[in-house]
């Protein structure tokens, strides 16, 4: 019922928006001259629906594999699950999990079936895990600085909200030791904007001048440096791992079924009768209801759900063209901008360099440093313009990058850098938005039921608790309720309005 009242109400307020007839949905943006359109390939090609099972058939099969296993105490179990939900979560990481959690959390019980969906269960390739783990306030935009508040709040809560009834309470390892953004004389005074709006919106920063970094931190080298700020509350770093299996166990643990299976098209209907704002009015609509995975055991199964929400990171952009976004006329001639970018992690030893007092540092170069752990071990990176973008076919790390662009950017801002030791590195996922590097968060304009929760261009892990909860609101309330994120939304892409974060790492 609830998740019926909820659609009603998007539908209604779908409705009351202007129709913008005259918008071109292969929309060029005036200043960037990006034109938001896919080019069909010419292989490719939509995935056939399975064909049904017989209930015959399909209950000799389930009788015929309990025999075998009296026999046989080692026969692989069958890979049965719900075939009928009321929500399907595609993507089974961090964010994916935050959003099954708040579900449940506020529908308990069979009021809802919730399903996440997750190809690899290992997370060995999984942004989340792959992550540096950071919790910032440090934006320039208002909603950014909200949802990092909200998350920083859950944060110290997690034992309390994640405990599982059978498990100790989990522990995410927050280490409170901030952020510290460094600016230029040519960065200060947006930094000093940001500043303004943050301490507004109740974060606990420190500006800091010239001379009063260098007394802070006197083991920074602060040529060149106009001013800093520094976070001396709620913001550090924490555990990614550890989050998200608080997460999922938690929502395991409040009914959410989670299955490992691949996402490899959908089924589409026959709507008619939808009108949907902004849409041709001699177009007929066509309506999604059926997800198509493919099982460990090469299976392709159906699940028919009413609600479906898009939280798969780095290829959130591929399965939005499986529900052919970008690939059809009219409203669905705009794609999913939403790609996988690699991004270097390098863990090293610096018997020199800062002590316990060490916060995530971010450098006017782009490249950012922290400690990790203790006996002077630091993890550091740094972003690539986009002409020196890495390949993202594998996770392979290119030390040389490290070497000729990261290590000459943090030895100059840190003298007991100059003498390290690289001892391990790792590459990861960035769910990269190349519109305009924000999330997008809120339901589809054409599906209307079908939400996203994607695009986060690096801070999605630390805003997946205040995500997790807008998406809840959206879909049982039909609208945000506690902080309007409605400036992500998809509708953004239609019009070319894009929407620009000043603080990204």
């Known amino acids: ?17 202007t129709n913008p007839t005259h918008l071109n949905t292969r929309c060029a943006l005036s200043s960037t001259n990006i034109l938001l359109t896919y080019s069909k390939d010419d292989d490719y090609k939509e995935v056939p629906s399975p064909p049904e099972e017989n209930p015959v058939k399909r209950t000799l ?18 890979l049965e699950f719900s075939t009928h939900v009321d929500i399907a979560v595609i993507g089974g990481g961090i964010m994916g999990s935050a959003i099954a959690y708040w579900i449940k959390q506020r529908v308990p019980d069979d009021a809802l079936r919730v399903m996440v969906i997750e190809k690899d269960p290992s997370y060995t390739r999984s942004s989340t895990v792959l992550s540096v783990g950071g919790l910032r306030q440090q934006f320039s935009l208002k909603e950014n600085i909200e949802m990092s508040l909200f998350s920083a709040d859950f944060l110290r809560k997690v034992p309390e909200l994640l405990a599982c009834e059978d498990g100790p309470a989990p522990d995410v390892q927050f280490n409170p030791q901030g952020y510290l953004f460094l600016a230029t004389a040519a960065g200060a005074e947006q930094l000093n904007e940001n500043y303004l709006l943050q301490t507004k919106l109740g974060a606990k920063i420190d500006l800091l001048s010239q001379t009063k970094l260098k007394e802070k931190f006197p083991w920074i080298n602060t040529d060149g440096i106009e001013l800093a700020t520094h976070g001396i509350e709620n913001e550090g770093w924490f555990d990614p791992w550890s989050l998200l299996v608080a997460f999922k166990q938690k929502a395991i643990s409040l009914g959410v079924e989670y299955i490992k299976a691949e996402v490899i098209g959908f089924e589409f209907k026959d709507s008619r009768w939808t009108v949907v704002a902004g849409m041709d009015p001699e177009e007929r609509h066509e309506g999604i209801e059926r997800i198509l995975v493919k099982t460990s055991t090469g299976e392709t199964k159906g699940i028919t759900f009413a609600n479906c929400v898009l939280a798969a990171g780095h ?7 499986m529900m052919r976004i970008g690939r059809r006329p009219g409203m669905l001639s705009v794609p999913l901008p939403v790609e996988a970018r690699k991004r270097y992690v390098y863990c090293f030893h610096a018997p020199n360099g800062p002590g316990l007092d060490c916060p995530l540092v971010v450098d006017p170069s782009g490249a950012y440093f922290r400690r990790e752990g203790l006996a002077n071990h630091y993890l550091a990176g740094q972003s690539p313009p986009l002409s020196d973008e890495p390949n993202t076919e594998t996770l392979d790390v290119d030390y040389t990058y490290f070497d000729n662009v990261v290590w000459p950017n943090i030895a100059n801002r840190v003298p007991g850098f100059e003498n390290i030791k690289v001892k391990s590195a790792w590459a990861g996922y960035y769910d990269y938005n190349s519109f305009d590097q924000n999330a997008v968060i809120g339901p589809h ?12 261009s690096g801070h999605g ?8 909860r807008a998406i809840m609101e959206m879909i049982l309330d039909g609208e945000f309720v506690t902080v309007d994120l409605t400036k992500f939304n998809f509708e953004r892409f239609l019009v070319g309005k894009q929407v620009k974060e000043q603080n990204i790492v």
């Open 61 to 78: 099969r389930i009788f015929s594999h309990d025999l075998k296993s009296i026999v046989d105490p080692y026969q692989p179990p069958l």
């Open 1 to 17: 019922m609830l998740v019926k009242l909820g659609i009603r109400r998007l539908i209604q307020r779908s409705s009351a928006r």
């Open 461 to 468: 892990i630390q805003q997946a608790p205040a995500v997790g």
């Open 445 to 456: 304009p054409y599906y209307n039921n079908v939400y996203m929760a994607t695009g986060f």
């Open 315 to 321: 290829e959130s952009g591929k399965i939005a063209e």
